[in-house]
C-alpha cells in the first residue's frame, strides 16, 4: 500500500463511484482501501467533486470508527472487545498483548510493524475469542494463539 | 465422493480453508475423486469446521477438524475421532424447527440451481400471484413480528407502505448486526443469501417499492462479498430488475457497506448512513414507512424479518403461525454464545424456556464452571441469574422480567464474571458508540462510567447506587432511541440480580 496521496487516483475512485444515490461513503471506503487512510487533501478533493462542505466530510470521516486520517501499521490487528469474548477472557489475552508490545488501543508499534485496535463483535461470537489480522478473521484464540498471531505479523 | 467444508466466517476463523485444501491434496495423493462443495454452517459453531460426507444414509460428520484429521477421513471415516455421526440426528440440530434456517449449510449458497431445488423462489411466485394486498394479508397473518428486537408487526408496517402515495419507495434491509452474541444474519447471507434477495423482491411487490439496499456492516467482508454475487447472479437469471420472474413489477438492489458504528443498527441513523451523512439518529415521527430513505416511503426489516418471508409465502401464513406461543408467532433464531459448551444458532418455535437453551441443548460453560448470568438480546440487553432461567422465550415473557429478546443473542457467563465491571462496560459502549443527538445517551453515558468506576472504588457505594438508578431512569426516559434507552438494563439487572458485586468494602477515608 502506498500512502502518498495521487489526486488522479482519488478522481477516479469518485468518478467510479457517482452513479450512486448518495457516493460519500463507498468513496470514502475506496479511498482508505487504497491509501490506508483518508487524508486532508484527499477530504478537501472529496468535498469538492461532491458538492458538499469540507465540514460535512470531515464530519462523516470523524464519526465512523472505521476511518482513519492518519496511516496505521503495516498489519491491522482487530481484538474483539465486546461481552462474548469477555466471557472467555479476551480482556486479559488483550491486555498482555499491549503490554508486551508497550501500546495503548490504537497504537501502533515503533518500528511501524503492527497496530492493534479494539473492535466490538465479528460475529464470531460462538467461538470467542476472536479478532481479524489484516481482513482474515480467527477463532478460538487462546493467549498463546494471539501472541502467535500478533508475532506472525511481520 | 462428495464432501461438504463450510466456507462460513466462523469455519474459517476456524481453519476451514486449510482443511479443504488438505483435503483435495490427499484425495490426489490417493487417487480420489473428491468433489469438495463449500456450504454454509449448520450453526454448530463448537464443532466448526464441521467436515460432511455424503453417504446413502445421509451427511455424516467429522469435526472440529484440523488439519491432522484429514487423513484419517479416507482410512475408515467409521472409526474416526471426529466423527459425529449422522449430522442431522445430532441432538442439538434434531431439535430445532428450522424454517428460516432451513437451507442454511446445506446448500451451496451461491448455486441457484441447489437454492431452487429446495424450495427457493416458491415464496416469490406465490407472492406474484397474491399481488402486493394479498401479500401484506398473508404477512400480517403469519404474525411475524420484526426480528431486530422492537418486535413491531411486519405485516402493518408493510400495509402502510403500500398504502403511501410515492414516485418511489424503497426496502432496505437492516443487516448491521452489531449485538454481541449474534451472528444469525451473517450466518443466512453466508449460507443461504438467496433466501434475501427472494425476502426483499418480495417486499417490493408488496409495497411497490422498486430499489432495495442492504445495510451490511463492515466487520463481515465475507457477507459482502457472498450477499454481491448473489444478487449478481439472481440479476442475471432476470429473478432481480425489471419484470421479475416474468410479471408485471421490477425490483433490483444493492449492498452498502457499513462504517464501524453500533448505533447504524437503529433504523432512523441507519437512513441517515445510506444517505451518506453521519449515521444520526432521527427524532419519530414521522415513521420511516412514510418519510424514510430520501425522504420517501420506506419498508425497513431487520435481516431476519426478510429472510422468514420466503418460507411464509411458500407454506403459508396458517402454517408458520402454528408455532410459537401467545402474540409470539412462529420461530425465533436463538444465538447461544460466549462462555458456553455448544455454542451455536438454534432455531425454534417460541416458548422454548432460558434453561432448556443454557442447560440442556448448550451443556453449560465451557469452561466446566458454574453459569452465573446469561446476557440476552445483546448489549442492551439485561442479565439474567439462573434464579429466571423458567423465562419463556417470549417477547412479552421477557419484558415482565424486565428483559428483551432483542436479536435473539443469548451470552453466557460463568462465575468467575464481575457483574459490578460487566455494568460499567454497558456504560461504556453506550459512551463509545453513542451518536451524540441526544444528551442523555452522549453524557449520561460517561456520567455513568464514573459513578460505577466510584462503586467499584468502594467510596460511597449507596448513595452512588442510588445515583446510578436515576440516571438509568433519566437515560430509559429520556432517550432518543434504543442505544441510550436501553443500556439501562444490562446495568440495572446486573445491580439487581448481583447486587453482592457492588458492595465492595468501604475505602478508608484518606489518611492525613
Known amino acids: 500500500m502506498n500512502n502518498d496521496f495521487k489526486p488522479e487516483l482519488v478522481e477516479a475512485i469518485i468518478d467510479a463511484n457517482l452513479g450512486l444515490e448518495r457516493p460519500l461513503l463507498p468513496v470514502l471506503h475506496a479511498i ?7 487524508s486532508e487533501d484527499a477530504m478537501r478533493l472529496v468535498a469538492n467533486r461532491l458538492n458538499i462542505t469540507r465540514a460535512e466530510v470531515y464530519g462523516v470521516v470523524s464519526f465512523y470508527h472505521d476511518y482513519r486520517t492518519k496511516p496505521a501499521g503495516r498489519h491491522v490487528l482487530k481484538l474483539c472487545r465486546a ?6 477472557g479476551s480482556e486479559a489475552n488483550a491486555a498482555a498483548l499491549l ?46 494463539g494471539l501472541e502467535f498471531l500478533a508475532q506472525e505479523a511481520a | 465422493m462428495r464432501i461438504y467444508v463450510p466456507c462460513d466466517a466462523a469455519a474459517l476463523a476456524t481453519g476451514a480453508d486449510k482443511v479443504a485444501a488438505a483435503i483435495v491434496a490427499e484425495a490426489g495423493r490417493r487417487g480420489v475423486e473428491a468433489q469438495i462443495v463449500r456450504n454454509g454452517s449448520r450453526g454448530m459453531f463448537w464443532l466448526e469446521p464441521l467436515v460432511e460426507i455424503v453417504t446413502p444414509q445421509g451427511r455424516t460428520g467429522f469435526g472440529p477438524m484440523t488439519v491432522a484429521d484429514v487423513p484419517g477421513l479416507f482410512d475408515a471415516p467409521g472409526q474416526h475421532p471426529k466423527a459425529v455421526g449422522l449430522v442431522e440426528e445430532i441432538p442439538f440440530f434434531a431439535k430445532q424447527q428450522r424454517l428460516t434456517f432451513a437451507r442454511c449449510g446445506v446448500i451451496d449458497p451461491l448455486d441457484l440451481g441447489d437454492y431452487i431445488a429446495y424450495g427457493g423462489y416458491a415464496g416469490l411466485a406465490q407472492a406474484i400471484k397474491l399481488g402486493p394486498a394479498g401479500i401484506c394479508a398473508e404477512v400480517k397473518d403469519s404474525g411475524l413480528r420484526g426480528r431486530g428486537g422492537a418486535g413491531f408487526p411486519t405485516g402493518i408496517k408493510w400495509e402502510t407502505v403500500r398504502t403511501a402515495q410515492a414516485d418511489q419507495k424503497y426496502v432496505v434491509c437492516n443487516a448491521d448486526e452489531g449485538d454481541s452474541g449474534t451472528f444469525a444474519d451473517r450466518l443466512m447471507m453466508e449460507g443461504d443469501p438467496f433466501s434475501l434477495v427472494e425476502g426483499m423482491t418480495i417486499a417490493g411487490i408488496a409495497t411497490g417499492a422498486t430499489r432495495g439496499y442492504v445495510y451490511i456492516r463492515s466487520e463481515y467482508p465475507h457477507s459482502i462479498r457472498t450477499m454481491n454475487k448473489a444478487i449478481a447472479r439472481a440479476r442475471q437469471a432476470k429473478l432481480l430488475g425489471a419484470n421479475v420472474m416474468e410479471s408485471s413489477h421490477d ?9 464501524g458504528a453500533y448505533v447504524c443498527g437503529e433504523e432512523t441513523a441507519l437512513l441517515d448512513s445510506l444517505e451518506g451523512k453521519r449515521g444520526q439518529v432521527r427524532a419519530k415521527p414521522p415513521l420511516p414507512a412514510l418519510v424514510g430513505l430520501f425522504g420517501k416511503p420506506t419498508v425497513i426489516n431487520n435481516a431476519i424479518s426478510l429472510l422468514t418471508i420466503p418460507v411464509i409465502l411458500e407454506k403459508g401464513a396458517k402454517y408458520y403461525a402454528e408455532f410459537g406461543m401467545g402474540r ?24 422454548i424456556t432460558l434453561g432448556e437453551i443454557i442447560n440442556d441443548i448448550a451443556g453449560g460453560t465451557a469452561s466446566g464452571r458454574p453459569v452465573r448470568a446469561v446476557q440476552a438480546g445483546g448489549p442492551l440487553g439485561a442479565y439474567f441469574p439462573p434464579s429466571l432461567f423458567d423465562t419463556e422465550y417470549d417477547y412479552e415473557a421477557f419484558t415482565k422480567r424486565n428483559g428483551l429478546i432483542g436479536h435473539g443473542g443469548l451470552v453466557v457467563f460463568d462465575d468467575s464474571v464481575d457483574m459490578a465491571k460487566m455494568a460499567r462496560f454497558a456504560m461504556e459502549f453506550c459512551a463509545h458508540e453513542s451518536c451524540g443527538k441526544c444528551t442523555p445517551c452522549r453524557i449520561g453515558s460517561t456520567r455513568g462510567v464514573e459513578v460505577i468506576d466510584k462503586i467499584i472504588a468502594g467510596i460511597e457505594p449507596e448513595k452512588n447506587l442510588s445515583l446510578v438508578e436515576d440516571l438509568c431512569e433519566t437515560m430509559k426516559l429520556g432517550s432518543l432511541c434504543a442505544l441510550g434507552g436501553f443500556t439501562p438494563y444490562p446495568v440495572m439487572s ?19
Open chain 1, 32 to 38: 482508505q482501501e487504497e491509501f490506508g487512510f483518508i
Open chain 1, 83 to 88: 461481552e462474548a469474548c469477555q466471557s472467555m
Open chain 2, 251 to 259: 425490483f433490483d438492489m444493492e449492498v452498502f457497506v457499513g462504517a
Open chain 1, 99 to 144: 503490554t508486551r508490545l508497550g501500546l495503548d488501543w490504537g497504537g501502533t508499534t515503533e518500528d511501524g510493524r503492527l497496530t492493534v485496535e479494539p473492535v466490538y463483535c465479528l460475529g464470531l461470537c460462538a467461538c470467542a475469542p476472536s479478532a481479524m489480522l489484516d481482513g482474515e478473521l480467527h477463532g478460538r484464540l487462546d493467549a498463546a
Open chain 2, 494 to 512: 446486573a445491580i439487581t440480580h448481583f447486587p453482592e458485586d457492588f458492595q465492595k468494602p468501604a475505602m478508608p477515608l484518606a489518611a492525613e
Open chain 2, 328 to 351: 409470539s408467532r412462529g420461530t425465533m433464531p436463538v444465538q447461544i454464545a460466549g462462555n458456553v459448551k455448544r455454542g451455536g444458532l438454534f432455531e425454534a418455535a417460541f416458548g
